[in-house]
Nanobody
Framework: QVQLVESGGGLVQAGGSLRLSCAASGRTFSSVAMGWFRQATGKERAFVASISRSGASRVYADSVKGRFTISRDNAKNTVYLQMNSLKPEDTAVYYC????????????????WGQGTQVTVSS
């Protein structure tokens, strides 16, 4: 079991940037692929990005391609989500989670979840 703690959320104006972090403890971090999801009020949890165990491979949702970058530092047991050119529709609670296969884009394929961090983008 991996314990996950997200941080870095906040309030930002449209066009701005934020970097989310997800610190992991427990099981060997480098043995799991990681993903970021988000959930806006009244909507289902949606896939944002994922990264393989080594960090060599990534998948992005179409809505964030070219604006968001997922990365990981296995020495620090941390995965990041750099978010640029933020839009009001990016407003949501952002969650990180573990998975066996980085290519998975549905929440049901992810195991351990963090508590989430709120991102609010004002227009």
């Amino acid at each position: 079991q991996v314990q996950l703690v997200e941080s870095g959320g906040g309030l930002v104006q449209a066009g701005g940037s934020l970097r989310l972090s997800c610190a992991a403890s427990g099981r060997t971090f480098s043995s799991v692929a990681m993903g970021w999801f988000r959930q806006a009020t009244g909507k289902e949890r949606a896939f944002v990005a994922s990264i393989s165990r080594s960090g060599a491979s990534r998948v992005y949702a179409d809505s964030v391609k070219g604006r968001f970058t997922i990365s990981r530092d296995n020495a620090k047991n941390t995965v990041y989500l750099q978010m640029n050119s933020l839009k009001p529709e990016d407003t949501a609670v952002y969650y990180c989670a573990t998975t066996r296969n980085y290519a998975m884009v549905v929440a049901a394929s992810y195991d351990s979840w963090g508590q989430g961090t709120q991102v609010t983008v004002s227009s």
